[in-house]
């Protein structure tokens, strides 16, 4: 759905720069990221990212000897997977960030942390997909979950590589409640014209009132909803395995999830704005 009350080319003109990670160094920015994957959940060696970064590109990675992130309670599922934020309870509870499923447990407790989690503001990601049935590349945000209601999730894309073809591809978009009552699910995949293994920018504006999504600057839909609490980024490359070793033959590997920007922008007024959370003087430590 697209509302006439919302522009349908993006406006940055009512926001400000408050990250921006081009990659150009050869050292992720662990101010921002952790790479690991839910590890409360997991480990973080299990869980942790493949990656390369530098020259301006972060290319996650999945390769051929890479082992499932969490067999016990997401099966064959292999994910590299950066993400800004981590908050879990303690060893064997069941409080944790993103309750995918009934019965997860704390393998692995973590220091909880807050590393980039705003409330309301525009984002955007620079990247490139693939076109690999086997695999899927998102980023999305869910709710910092230090209460359990906190726990919902923007969807900013989600792109399968069934769905990508040579000059159209299928970008999934919307909300999806998990346990926040408030919120109902709003999610679906888009029909956009372009060659997603290309560059393309994917954002989304989040206020108080709803949440739009664009697709190179061009508006695609509106949710006339929104979490309201601070929520983290999930940056990721996901493959589903089945019963066999491997979905794809060992040259397809490795497979890349290119991305080459990611920023983040808060208002410069209203709900939303804020002093500066993110600054190499504020921010200079980094987590164990």
């Not at 590890?39 to 990656?51: G, I, L, N, T, V």
């Not at 019965?103 to 692995?108: D, K, L, Q, S, W």
């Not at 999305?140 to 069934?162: A, H, L, N, Q, V």
């Not at 009552?181 to 206020?207: C, G, K, M, N």
Request: net charge negative; proline share 6%.
């Amino acid at each position: 759905m697209v509302r006439t009350d919302v522009s349908t080319a993006l406006d940055r003109s009512r926001y400000e720069v408050e990250v921006d990670d081009r990659f150009e160094t050869d050292e992720l920015d662990r101010r921002l990221w952790l790479p690991w994957y839910l590890p409360h959940w997991s480990s973080r060696e299990r869980s942790a990212a493949r990656y390369r970064v530098g020259g301006g590109t972060l290319r996650l990675r999945i390769d051929a000897d890479q082992q499932p992130w969490s067999q016990e309670f997401d099966g064959d599922v292999v994910v590299s997977s950066l993400q800004t934020g981590e908050f879990c309870g303690p060893l064997g509870s069941a409080v944790g960030q993103l309750r995918f499923r009934d019965g997860v447990v704390v393998r692995e407790a973590q220091r909880n942390v807050a590393l980039y989690t705003p409330t309301y503001g525009l984002f955007e990601l620079r990247a490139r997909a693939i076109a690999d049935a086997a695999n899927m590349v998102a980023l999305w945000m869910i709710g910092y979950e230090d209460e359990p209601t906190r726990s919902g999730e923007i969807c900013i894309c989600e792109i399968f590589g069934r769905d990508v073809g040579a000059s159209s591809a299928r970008v999934g978009m919307g909300i999806h409640p998990w346990a926040d009552p408030a919120l109902r699910d709003e999610f679906a995949a888009e029909a956009i014209a372009i060659d997603a293994t290309q560059s393309h920018v994917y954002a989304a504006e989040w206020t108080p009132e709803h949440v739009a999504f664009y697709v190179d600057d061009t508006l695609v839909k509106v949710v006339g909803q929104s979490p309201s609490y601070p929520m983290q980024f999930m940056l990721n490359i996901y493959e589903f395995r089945d019963d066999r070793d491997l979905p794809s033959p060992p040259e397809a590997y490795a497979k890349m999830f290119v991305v080459e920007r990611f920023t983040g922008y808060r208002p410069v007024r209203g709900p939303g704005a804020r002093a500066p959370a993110f600054s190499a003087r504020s921010r200079s430590d980094s987590v164990a």
